[in-house]
């Protein structure tokens, strides 16, 4: 416990008996919480509030995958927004942080000191918000006020993220016998394929981890990191080749720990722009839809036009964005 002066008092929570307490500040991951907490994707010693007496001012929570000691993203974080301004605090120049965030950048500053290893970078920090949020009054400054406590912690936009979904009912495009899918053979041939899709990549998490490694090396990491942890059958993996056998390009749909998805997508740069993303779109949207889910779920950045008009194209429907933060 970490107590400042102003009777602002920092903590983790006790446990599930507080996720009372710690859903007073409302977002739209609280029902997952408690599934969480049992699974091992949060630990309570990982979601902090800030408290004035009783009352939370703000709060926060970092998730992982079951298993893994460290946090892997931190997903949650908010400020009441009738915090009351504490003494006057020295800001960086050209960082303003509104009243209702100075218990936001506090808890910040104290909770990572005290969850994350000394000198690691913190993990990256994801919010969900509505598709029109900056023409959205009351979502701007939601986000705003968010965005001016992290950016006084040294938090800077990464990326911004469309997130899509697909109903069932909605049309499949029938195969149009230019490709032919078969399951993917194992690790090396799917290794091999998203070297190669690597090339000339629009994805901005995957144009970052090619200035520090190799493409292998990327897909490696994304395989391991990734995809082998998806639980769903492997047999819905896809490749796409030509009539005569020769790969084209891949389709990975799976489901993670809350929805179906298309998890990966990806055309072999020598047969790009021959609208083959579509046929494996719709190829893994059939997988999916055979299984009878109530939803698919996709997303890709703002900036991948191409994959977005797909997705459209598909008939996914934008329903959220993702704002993308990271320390350096």
Request: aromatic share 8%.
């Amino acid at each position: 416990m970490t107590a400042v002066p102003q009777d602002l008092t920092m903590r983790p929570i006790t446990g599930p008996e507080e996720l009372d307490l710690f859903t007073r500040l409302p977002y739209m991951l609280d029902r997952e919480l408690a599934d969480d907490l049992r699974t091992g994707r949060r630990r309570p010693d990982w979601m902090w509030v800030a408290l004035r007496g009783d009352r939370p001012t703000a709060r926060l929570a970092w998730w992982s995958r079951p298993g893994d000691p460290a946090p892997f993203l931190l997903d949650i974080f908010d400020v009441a927004a009738d915090t009351a301004a504490p003494e006057a605090t020295a800001h960086p120049v050209g960082s303003v942080v509104a009243p209702s965030g100075e218990d936001g950048v506090r808890l910040l500053r104290t909770a990572m000191e005290h969850v994350l290893p000394e000198g690691a970078r913190p993990p990256e920090y994801i919010r969900y918000v509505p598709p029109g949020w900056r023409d959205d009054p009351v979502a701007s400054r939601v986000v705003e006020t968010r965005v001016a406590a992290l950016e006084l912690t040294g938090a800077r936009l990464f990326v911004e993220r469309l997130r899509l979904n697909w109903q069932p009912g909605t049309p499949i495009a029938e195969p149009g016998g230019r490709l032919a899918f078969r399951p993917v053979a194992g690790r090396e041939e799917l290794v091999e394929l998203m070297t190669e899709v690597l090339e000339g990549t629009l994805d901005a998490h995957s144009r970052d981890e090619l200035t520090r490694m190799t493409p292998r090396e990327a897909a490696v990491q994304q395989y391991e990191e990734e995809l082998e942890r998806y639980q769903s059958p492997r047999e819905w993996w896809r490749v796409a080749t030509t009539p005569g056998g020769e790969p084209v390009g891949f389709v990975i749909p799976a489901h993670n720990s809350y929805n179906p998805i298309i998890a990966y997508i990806g055309v072999l740069p020598a047969h790009r722009g021959k609208g083959h993303i579509d046929d494996l779109l719709a190829e893994g949207t059939r997988i999916l839809a055979a299984e009878g889910v109530p939803r698919v779920r996709a997303s890709t950045d703002l900036g991948n036009v191409p994959m977005a008009r797909a997705f459209r194209r598909a008939g996914y429907v934008e329903f959220e964005r993702e704002l993308n933060y990271t320390w350096p």
